[in-house]
């Protein structure tokens, strides 16, 4: 029970270090606005905007920040006639 | 011409407030003439933890706007008479606070005392800008705990780029102040380590504040905690801060808490 859980719970501190040291480091190169993977995601949906009526609510983008590597994840619901906009 | 000193954090609670006065009273200890100013214009509470909320008469945004004179809003304190306390206004907007205006009153404050110490609000707008804006010298601080560490790191940035000194080209000389420090819980993997915290904020280490009943106790009877128990281990760790700051050299040691019987068999994890 509570004593068991005492000895097999492992430490909390260096988690908090690493997710820290990653977050820092994005927020860091990201001060003034020049965060490349806003940038991306906001031309890339300024692009789609552009050909096709585009749902807020059908839309899901996802960002990942690593420690070395980041992804940025796009994820639109293409409608039957939403290959055109309405001029 | 003395010293500016601003003592900010980002994060609210983590204690500059307690930290400001603590290390105010440190210094005019040794005869140093210290002003105390709080800069949270609707939230003050230095006049509370310096206990001497009930003799004040005019604030900050009083001078600021010409109502009263800088004398006249300076209060002195009680126990310790090279120790003054130049408080906030508690009904006025923190708009009245202008940047001419603050600039006027460090200008005139710097002249008359050894060390001026502005306790920022918490937050980055105006009034923890302002704080900032004419410091020397910076104190952060910081809790051994993640949203208070990216605070932190936050303010830091902003030292180096909105204060008078970084549009000047200069450095800003930050130090950090660790509050809240269990050394126990660092121990055991529970609490991020002071050379975590150093590693990641990068600036030099100014004085570790142990977590202690002490601190309250002090604040509860409205004085700071190097006056009102200054053989506690809050008040020492205190006391050395000051004296870094004045550039003495004193060897730093994670403040160890006595443990007792109880606390030596659970407080530490089973290797």
Same mark, same amino acid.
């Given at each position: 029970m509570n004593l068991k859980r005492f000895f097999s719970r492992s430490a909390s501190a260096p988690a908090a270090r690493e997710r820290l040291q990653v977050l820092l480091a994005h927020e860091r190169a990201s001060s003034g606005d020049s965060d490349l993977l806003k940038t991306l995601r906001d031309e890339i949906m300024a692009v789609i905007a552009k050909h096709m009526q585009v749902d807020g609510d059908k839309v899901s983008v996802k960002m990942e920040r690593g420690a070395s590597v980041s992804t940025l994840a796009v994820d639109i619901e293409v409608p039957f006639d939403g290959g055109k906009k309405a001029a | 011409m003395g010293k500016v000193i601003v003592v900010t954090s980002g994060k609210g609670g983590v204690g500059?407030?307690?930290?400001?006065?603590?290390?105010?009273a440190a210094l005019a200890q040794n005869g140093d003439k210290?002003?105390?100013v709080d800069f949270d214009v609707g939230l003050r509470n230095l006049d509370l933890v310096m206990g001497a909320e009930r003799r004040v008469v005019? %604030?900050? $945004?009083?001078v600021i706007q010409g109502e009263a004179k800088l004398a006249q809003a300076?209060?002195?304190?009680?126990?310790?008479?090279?120790l003054y306390l130049l408080p906030a206004s508690q009904t006025r907007d923190?708009?009245?606070l202008t940047p001419e205006g603050v600039e006027k009153v460090i200008t005139a404050l710097?002249?008359?005392? %050894?060390? $001026?110490i502005c306790d920022s609000p918490a937050g980055i707008e105006r009034g923890a800008t302002l704080a900032m804006r004419h410091a020397d010298v910076a104190i952060v601080v910081t809790n051994p705990e993640v949203s208070s560490v990216r605070d932190s790191d936050r303010i830091i940035g902003l030292l180096d780029s909105k204060t008078m000194k970084a549009e000047q080209g200069e450095r800003m000389e930050k130090h950090l102040l660790l509050t809240r420090f269990d050394p126990a819980r660092a121990e055991r993997g529970d609490m991020l380590k002071v050379e975590d915290v150093l590693e990641i904020l990068s600036i030099p280490l100014l004085g570790i504040i142990p977590e202690s009943m002490d601190v309250l106790r002090a604040s509860n009877v409205g004085a700071?905690?190097?006056?009102?128990?200054?053989?506690?281990?809050?008040?020492l760790a205190y006391f050395n801060a000051a004296r870094r700051l004045k550039g003495e050299t004193v060897p730093l040691t994670t403040p160890g808490e006595k443990r007792g019987f109880f606390g030596k068999i659970f407080g530490r994890k089973a290797a």
């Amino acid at each position: 029970m509570n004593l068991k859980r005492f000895f097999s719970r492992s430490a909390s501190a260096p988690a908090a270090r690493e997710r820290l040291q990653v977050l820092l480091a994005h927020e860091r190169a990201s001060s003034g606005d020049s965060d490349l993977l806003k940038t991306l995601r906001d031309e890339i949906m300024a692009v789609i905007a552009k050909h096709m009526q585009v749902d807020g609510d059908k839309v899901s983008v996802k960002m990942e920040r690593g420690a070395s590597v980041s992804t940025l994840a796009v994820d639109i619901e293409v409608p039957f006639d939403g290959g055109k906009k309405a001029a | 011409m003395g010293k500016v000193i601003v003592v900010t954090s980002g994060k609210g609670g983590v204690g500059k407030t307690t930290s400001s006065a603590a290390l105010g009273a440190a210094l005019a200890q040794n005869g140093d003439k210290v002003v105390v100013v709080d800069f949270d214009v609707g939230l003050r509470n230095l006049d509370l933890v310096m206990g001497a909320e009930r003799r004040v008469v005019y %604030d900050l $945004v009083n001078v600021i706007q010409g109502e009263a004179k800088l004398a006249q809003a300076l209060i002195r304190d009680k126990r310790l008479e090279t120790l003054y306390l130049l408080p906030a206004s508690q009904t006025r907007d923190k708009d009245n606070l202008t940047p001419e205006g603050v600039e006027k009153v460090i200008t005139a404050l710097r002249k008359a005392f %050894d060390w $001026v110490i502005c306790d920022s609000p918490a937050g980055i707008e105006r009034g923890a800008t302002l704080a900032m804006r004419h410091a020397d010298v910076a104190i952060v601080v910081t809790n051994p705990e993640v949203s208070s560490v990216r605070d932190s790191d936050r303010i830091i940035g902003l030292l180096d780029s909105k204060t008078m000194k970084a549009e000047q080209g200069e450095r800003m000389e930050k130090h950090l102040l660790l509050t809240r420090f269990d050394p126990a819980r660092a121990e055991r993997g529970d609490m991020l380590k002071v050379e975590d915290v150093l590693e990641i904020l990068s600036i030099p280490l100014l004085g570790i504040i142990p977590e202690s009943m002490d601190v309250l106790r002090a604040s509860n009877v409205g004085a700071p905690v190097t006056i009102a128990d200054n053989k506690s281990a809050p008040a020492l760790a205190y006391f050395n801060a000051a004296r870094r700051l004045k550039g003495e050299t004193v060897p730093l040691t994670t403040p160890g808490e006595k443990r007792g019987f109880f606390g030596k068999i659970f407080g530490r994890k089973a290797a």
